[in-house]
C-alpha cells in the first residue's frame, strides 16, 4: 500500500473542499481506510474512517454533518468532502490504511499528506 493525499488548498470559511486518497499500487481496497488531520502545534487528531465496502462509516465529533468520507472501488480512490469549513479545521490532512477491512482503532499505512487552509 502507498497513499497520496491531494485536493489541499486555501478556502474561507464555510466553503467546500473534496480530499482525495489514492493507492498507487492498487491494493488497499480490501482495507478500511481513514482521514486525519495535525493542525500547527497540536497533535494529530483522528477525523473518520471508512470500511473497505463502505458499510460502515466513523467520524469525530468535531466534523460530524460537516465531513463525508466515500470511496470508490472501481477509481481505488477514498475521498474526504469537507463542507461548511471552519478556520479550526486548518491543518495537514493525512489519510491512511488500516491492516484490516474494518477500522481497528489504529492505522499501519500512510501517506504524506495535503495542507488545507481556511481563512476567516
Known amino acids: 500500500v502507498q497513499l497520496q493525499a491531494s485536493g489541499g488548498g486555501l478556502v474561507q470559511a464555510g466553503g467546500s473542499l473534496r480530499l482525495s486518497c489514492t493507492d498507487s499500487?492498487?491494493?488497499?481496497?480490501?482495507?478500511?481506510v481513514g482521514w486525519l488531520r495535525q493542525a500547527p502545534g497540536k497533535e494529530r487528531e483522528f477525523v473518520g474512517a471508512i470500511s473497505w465496502r463502505g458499510d460502515r462509516i466513523t467520524y469525530a465529533d468535531s466534523v460530524k454533518g460537516r465531513f463525508t468520507i466515500s470511496r470508490d472501488i472501481t477509481k481505488n480512490a477514498v475521498y474526504l468532502q469537507m463542507d461548511n469549513l471552519k478556520p479550526e479545521d486548518t491543518a495537514v490532512y493525512y489519510c491512511a490504511a488500516d491492516r484490516t477491512s474494518y477500522y481497528s482503532g489504529s492505522f499501519r499505512y500512510w501517506g504524506q499528506g495535503t495542507l488545507v487552509t481556511v481563512s476567516s
Open positions: 499500487r492498487r491494493t488497499f481496497s480490501n482495507n478500511a
